[in-house]
């Protein structure tokens, strides 16, 4: 069911892409900017910030402007609140949410090591998206056996990689979740590059005006050249603009113009042209655009060219979440470290009833049966590890209420009642 991602549709048919080019001819390019404003009232940077859940502290920084399709860092970091200090060996299940809530990333668990850890992603869609963190602590025991202490999660108090570490004692606080908001900004790219005219450099940005570039809805890509050394509009370039996906060119305006000719190359008279075009296919494009002055411009920069990428999201891209997919009778889905951790988390089943756990996550998971309000197990049932996909049946003859965690991250937690 996860599969139904619409970046497997490679189909090879010849795209067919509408193209309408339009000369900005008499429209002062404040309006551009003025327009691509006012399409978002939300806020547009982003500022570091911190959750605190119970004594536990995540601090979350990213880029304070973050671009469609720009490859961010993010970083995180984790602390104990009361003393400030990292905190040791953290496993973390890193979520990506776009704007409509749809699930575009996902990490099984990343560790971290020092309380310290960072990620880069590449955020297609503009607007607030959200990033879910679940931080698990590493406890005393793990699929039954000592964790070495060590590898226990510690709070740092203090050292150095050369002197060794001095901590306080384990912290295994089970699992926290926190989430951040990242505002992502519409597609806005800006090259800077070398004319053929020695001495000249001219700035050419490439900017959407809708915030998102979706299959099947027209989209005017903008292109505004200005002088690299002082910022002023180049009028009169010429440009030649083709766009395509790996080596299939979707659409391709004619040569720009030379000394003599305007062949119906994009003629940007106040140094802005615009093209409006809609995509058939998901996926990456590039645009190569080759540019040239002509004898009337402002700049003599002569010719240059330079390329940029644009991502087209299929509007069908819906991710299932789990919690809401439907489940076959008497099964309970293993979801993973984020709370509900099963769902059902809670199941009331008839006596004689064979329950089947499927591991839909991505982590290895265990079921087994543990005395009610701990994490021992008391020997009823145990699935050992389940790998993702794979599933665990046992069949319920005593009337009765069954705890059971994962081994591995002790902290989900589900019940079968039996009657
Ligand atoms: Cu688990």
């Excluded at 536990?56 to 880029?63: A, G, S």
């Excluded at 402002?298 to 509007?315: K, Y």
């Amino acid at each position: 069911m996860k599969t139904q991602r619409g970046l497997l549709l490679l189909s090879v048919a010849v795209l067919s892409v509408t193209m309408t080019a339009i000369l900005a001819a008499y429209q002062p390019t404040q309006h551009t900017h003025v327009a691509l404003a006012e399409t978002s009232n939300e806020a547009t940077q982003n500022t570091p910030l911190s959750n605190i859940s119970d004594g536990i502290k995540v601090d979350f920084q990213t880029p304070s402007t973050v671009y469609a399709n720009d490859l961010s860092n993010i970083q995180m970091k984790i602390t104990d609140e009361k003393s400030g200090a990292p905190l040791s060996h953290i496993d973390w299940a890193i979520v990506v949410k776009d704007p409509v809530g749809n699930v575009v990333y996902k990490t099984t668990t990343a560790h971290s090591h020092m309380g310290m850890m960072d990620f880069k992603y590449a955020f297609w869609m503009p607007g607030k998206n959200t990033i879910s963190l679940t931080t698990s602590s590493i406890g005393a025991k793990m699929m039954g056996m000592d964790v070495p202490p060590m590898a226990n999660t510690h709070i740092i108090k203090s050292g150095d990689v050369m002197n060794g570490w001095k901590t306080d004692p384990t912290d295994d606080f089970g699992s926290r979740t926190f989430e951040f908001p990242v505002y992502v900004l519409p597609e806005k790219e800006v090259r800077t590059i070398s004319g053929s005219e020695p001495g000249t450099s001219i700035n050419v940005e490439m900017s959407t005006t809708t915030p998102e570039v979706v299959v099947g809805k027209p989209i005017t890509l903008v292109f505004t050249v200005t002088n690299g050394k002082d910022g002023s509009m180049v009028t009169h370039p010429d440009m030649q603009l083709i766009i395509k996906q790996g080596s299939v060119i979707s659409s391709q305006s004619a040569p720009k113009g030379g000394m003599m000719a305007m062949t119906g190359a994009y003629h940007g008279h106040t140094g802005v042209m615009t093209v409006t075009t809609t995509f058939s296919v998901g996926g990456h494009y590039i645009l190569n655009a080759d540019l040239s002055s002509l004898p009337v411009s402002n700049l003599n920069f002569g010719t240059a060219s330079t390329r940029f990428e644009l991502h087209v999201a299929d509007s069908a891209i819906s991710v299932p979440s789990s919690s809401t997919a439907t489940l076959a009778p008497n099964t309970v889905n293993v979801l993973g470290v984020e709370s509900p951790f099963f769902t059902p988390n809670s199941i009331n089943i008839n006596t004689g009833t064979t329950l089947t756990f499927v591991n839909t996550d991505g982590n290895v998971h265990t079921v087994t049966s543990v005395k009610a309000g701990t994490q021992n197990p008391d020997g009823i049932f145990d699935s050992n590890m389940i790998k993702p996909g794979q599933t665990f049946s046992y069949k319920f003859d005593k009337a009765g209420t069954y705890e059971y965690i994962c081994t591995i991250h002790p902290h989900m937690h589900g019940t079968v009642i039996v009657s």
